[in-house]
T-cell receptor, first 111, second 114 residues
Framework: SQTIHQWPATLVQPVGSPLSLECTVEGTSNPNLYWYRQAAGRGLQLLFYSVGIGQISSEVPQNLSASRPQDRQFILSSKKLLLSDSGFYLCAWSETFYEQYFGPGTRLTVT | AQSVTQLDSHVSVSEGTPVLLRCNYS??????LFWYVQHPNKGLQLLLKYTSAATLVKGINGFEAEFKKSETSFHLTKPSAHMSDAAEYFC????????????FGTGTRLQVTL
C-alpha cells in the first residue's frame, strides 16, 4: 500500500531564515505531487504541483519554491521566510486524474 | 472555471442524530467530487468520491453523499453522528486536466454534542 511522509511535523523559524520541508511517497511510481498551505481558519491553497522529476508548476507567486529531485520526493523551500509564510503545509500525491492523498502535514510558525 | 460552495461554516448536532453538510458546485465539465475530513492538526482523509458512476456514493465511517446534477449539489450525510465525527469537512471538485487540480470549499466544522 502507499504511504506518504512529511517532516518535520512542527517547525519554528525566525523571519529571514531558510526553509526546507520534505515529502516522500512510498509504494507508487511516477505520482503527481502537490504542496498546499492552509492558513489558520482557511481552506487549502495549492502552491505547487509536479507531474514528474524536475517538472514543477507554480500556482501562486511568492517567496517559496519547490523541487522534485527524485520520483517520489518533493521539497518545499524558501531562502528567506516571511511572517506570512506561517501555516500548515500539506503534501499530497495522486496516481490518477482523480483523488489525492494527503500527508500528515507540517506546522510552520515564523517568529 | 470550477468552484465549490459549502453552505454552512459550522454545524452542531447531538450524538445519535443525523448529519447533513451541504455543498454546491460549479463546473464546466462533468465533475469529479470528493469529501475530505480533517481532524485538528492532521492531514486530510478521503471520505468518499464521485467520478461519474453511481450517483449515491458510500464512504468510510458510515458517510454517504448524493450527486444531484439538476441541483448542482453533493451533500454529505450520516444517519447517526458519533463524537468522533467532530472535525472539519471539505467538499472538493476536481479539474481532470494534466494533473488533477482540486478546488476546495472553505470547510464546515462539525460539532457533536452529548
Amino acid at each position: 500500500s502507499q504511504t506518504i511522509h512529511q517532516w518535520p511535523a512542527t517547525l519554528v523559524q525566525p523571519v529571514g531564515s531558510p526553509l526546507s520541508l520534505e515529502c516522500t511517497v512510498e509504494g507508487t511510481s511516477n505520482p503527481n505531487l502537490y504542496w498546499y498551505r492552509q492558513a489558520a481558519g482557511r481552506g487549502l491553497q495549492l502552491l505547487f504541483y509536479s507531474v514528474g522529476i524536475g517538472q514543477i508548476s507554480s500556482e501562486v507567486p511568492q517567496n517559496l519554491s519547490a523541487s522534485r529531485p527524485q520520483d517520489r520526493q518533493f521539497i518545499l523551500s524558501s531562502k528567506k521566510l516571511l511572517l506570512s509564510d506561517s501555516g500548515f503545509y500539506l503534501c499530497a500525491w495522486s496516481e490518477t486524474f482523480y483523488e489525492q492523498y494527503f500527508g500528515p502535514g507540517t506546522r510552520l510558525t515564523v517568529t | 472555471a470550477q468552484s465549490v460552495t459549502q453552505l454552512d461554516s459550522h454545524v452542531s448536532v447531538s450524538e445519535g442524530t443525523p448529519v447533513l453538510l451541504r455543498c454546491n458546485y460549479s463546473s464546466s465539465y462533468s465533475p469529479s467530487l470528493f469529501w475530505y475530513v480533517q481532524h485538528p492538526n492532521k492531514g486530510l482523509q478521503l471520505l468518499l468520491k464521485y467520478t461519474s458512476a453511481a450517483t449515491l456514493v458510500k464512504g468510510i465511517n458510515g458517510f454517504e453523499a448524493e450527486f444531484k446534477k439538476s441541483e448542482t449539489s453533493f451533500h454529505l450525510t450520516k444517519p447517526s453522528a458519533h463524537m468522533s465525527d467532530a472535525a472539519e469537512y471539505f467538499c472538493v471538485v476536481s479539474d481532470t486536466g494534466t494533473a488533477s487540480k482540486l478546488t476546495f470549499g472553505t470547510g464546515t466544522r462539525l460539532q457533536v454534542t452529548l
